[in-house]
Structure formats: C-alpha cells, structure tokens
C-alpha cells in the first residue's frame, strides 16, 4: 500500500496584478492561514502544502507542470480569493495530469458590517473569482471536484479530506501492479476484461506470473520462518483445528507469496482453483492475511476486484472499518427484510471481522487439493459498500451499492468459510434488479470504511462510468439512465 501521509496536495491560490502589490500580499498571507486550519482538521489525511498566489499565464503554468512532475504531489486545490481571469489558466490546466479540487470559499466568514468598503470587496472577491474559475473548467470539460464551504467549517473540511482519498486513490491506481497466479476462470465472462484499456484509462498493470514461478519462493521457506508465523497466528486467531500441518503449509505460502510480491512491487494477485500446480492447497488464510496487510486479491483470476481491492484500501487507510473481496453467495428471502449473505470460497480479509477470527480446516470440494486452512469468523455490522468494476465494452462501469451490514440471524454452524450478512438498501429485490440490469458481478469490494461518495469522485477523475444504486433509486428511471449513458459514453 501507498502511505497517505506521503502525499501532498498543493493549494494554489489565484488572482492577478491589478490590485497592487499590497493585496497581494494579503492574499498570500490569508491563504497560508487557511492551509494552516485545513492541516489542523482531524478530517485532513494529508498535508497541504500552500504553493503559490498565481497571477500569470507562465506562473500558472509552471506550478501546473511542477505538479505533474512531483512524485509526492496527489492534486492540486484552487481558490480565487480575488478575481483571476481564467484565460490565464488555459495553458497550465490543459496540462495538468494530477487531480484537481476547485475549492470555493472565502477568508472571512461573514460580511463585517462597519469595516466594508471598496478595498475590502477588491481583496475579498471569491463570489465571483471561483465563479470565473469555475467557467473554464467547465468550458475545457476538465473532471474536477468542486468543494464550496467556508474552509473553517468542519463539513468543509471533510469533504476536501474525502476528495484527498479518492485523489490518493487515482494516484495508487496510476502505479497499480497486479501478478496474475494463474488466468481467468474458464468460461467466466464477467471477471473477464480489456488489460490494455485498464492499463490505458486506470494505470494498472496486469501481467501473468506462471504458478511455477511462485512455487521455489514457497517452497524455499523455512520451518524457522513458519514457526514464527504461527506464534503470530496463535495470538491472533483461536485455533480451531488439529490439523496443524495444514496451517503451516498456508504460512509457508503466506511467506513465499508476500516475498514474491515484495520483490516484484505488486499491490494485488489473483490466482484460480483450476491452476495450482505445486501447490498443496487453495491459498485460503495466506490470501486472507495477505489482504489485510493491504493487498488486492482476486479469487478465479479476476483481476479487476483484485486491483480495485487494492485502490480501495488505499483510499480507506486510517479510516474505521475494514475492505475486502467479498461475493454475493445466497439469500435469506423475508420481504422488505430480505438478506443477503457474501461469503467466498475461502478468501475473505479479517479486516472485516466483528470478533477474533478461528482458523479452521475443512475439505474444498473443487480444485482437487489438500484440505485447506482459512480464517472463519463473522463480518461486522454497520454501515458499508459493496462495489464492483466491470468491463462493458470500450468502457468500464463501477457499480456501486449502499448496504446495512448486520450480525448474521443464524448461527450456520456447518458453514465452514467467513460470513457477512446485509440488507441491500433499499431492499433487496430491488438492489439485485437494479445490479443485474447493470450488468454487476458477483465479485464486488465490500468496505465499511468508504461510502459511495468517494469512489464516485474516483471513477470521475478516472474518467469511467459509476453507478450508484443507494436508497433513494428509482428502478425504472435508473434502467432508463442505464440506456442514456450506453448512448453518451459511446458518443464521448
Ligand atoms: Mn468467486
């Protein structure tokens, strides 16, 4: 995972030169101040760094392309506290590569009835400066995030510090390394897509990696090494097993595999039951540790979870509440308290747990392997989102879908994998409708950290398609939106 506090976002304020120099002094003085609050906010999960008053095309310019530059640079943030003609910023936004937030506030707070006079209306013009501002964003169709607040106000802030996750989240997925263990499951469409129109329009990086390549790193690790790794377990987890071997061997691949992805710099990895040559077993607690250590994982080579499971923990990180793959598995039909119940084969990320996890051995049933170990527990309850990426055709499509997350009504104790129950909301007939119609997958991220919000942000500054399906969906005008996108998606 990428580290948040490494970013950096830089607040350039605008204006120009016809109001003298002493203005502009002000100008500075009061947007380092409002950098100074804002980095002072609990809801801030990076630094902003003020930059510069930029009053000339060539300035603007500058700035623009020091950011493009700037490793550590994830966006940049507008104000004009004065007017600042936007011709000027032509040049400098049309290059710019990095995400961008056009905050529209002001200094003061409220009128001050005795002090305003004509000087204070030429510093303090930000009505209407953002709004020449916000004119040629518009005009050049530049994907923006437009946050308008005074900037001491909590709510304001929170808002730019959410936009600072999603940009985080452009920014993890420009560098996005996915190893794929293994190809796509046979005959599956869904987990299916273009790796060349991700790597084009997400950054990904999707590239295969022969099972037989990970088996030396496996095999080459030590009992030493495995019997640390269990001390490890044995504090984490209650062990609910005799068949201790069969927990030493997904240790043992826990290791070998995080050496492989160390090595390689991947963020994510799939791999598939139909390809396991040299493995003894389906990696079921090595995946599930690996993801709560901030990998991406994708069951059945469906690397497109993998790598948005990655993009998701990256913007959710220091936030409360866990992410991870999770599938649509079966229902618990009771009318408008319909359930649903998302589970998978094996791999669920414990950072999802409402208790301590057991690890637990049962037979697989496919794959032909060993009896494989994995971490058994039950999801949180609260609030969260399931969201899921699919590949339409010439464009991806993230769905996403508001959900309450509950303790599971039954015990299931035969059941022999992770579990988590949750009302979609609205309800469930209508969310399935709705997903269905969009053509979702049973693949989706689930995450209690983030809300629909931030990956709306996302798939904007990633220029894809984003569907929200939250409480207050109307099915058939959503179908209808459905038709209109396919049509403006295909004619952008
Ligand atoms: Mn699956």
Known sequence: MKNLKNYQFWFIT?????????????????????????????????????????????????VMAEANFDKNCAGIITWMHTFSPSKMWIRGLNSLQKPYLHLHTQYNKEIPNAEIDMDFMNLNQAAHGDREHGFIGARMRLPRKIVVGYWADQKTQEKIGLWMRSAAGVIASKHLKVARFGDNMR???????????????????????????????????SETEIDALMEEYKKEYVIKTDNLESVRYQARMEIGMEKFLQEGGFDAFVNTFEDLHGLKQLPG?????????GYGFGPEGDWKIAAMTSVMKNMAEGLAGGTSLIEDYTYHFDGENSLALGAHMLEVCPSVAAGKPAIEVHPLGIGGKDDPARLVFEGASGKAIVATLIDMGGRMRLIVNDIMAVKPILEMPNLPVARVMWKPMPNLETVAEAWISAGGAHHSVLSYALTANELRDWANMMDIEFVHIGEDIDINRFKQDLMLADIAWKLK
């Open 14 to 62: 605008g204006s120009q030169h016809l109001y003298g120099e002493e203005t502009l002094k002000q100008v500075a003085v009061n947007s380092k101040a409002i950098v100074e609050g804002l980095n002072k906010a609990a809801q801030i999960p990076a630094e902003i760094v003020f930059k510069t008053v930029a009053t000339t095309p060539d300035a603007i310019e500058e």
């Open 187 to 221: 005959e599956v469409a869904v987990t299916e897509g273009d790796k060349v129109e991700a790597q084009i329009k997400l950054g990904w990086s999707v590239n295969t990696y022969p099972i037989g390549d990970l088996i030396p790193y496996v095999e080459g690790v």
């Open 285 to 293: 607690l090595a995946s599930q540790r690996l993801m709560a250590k």
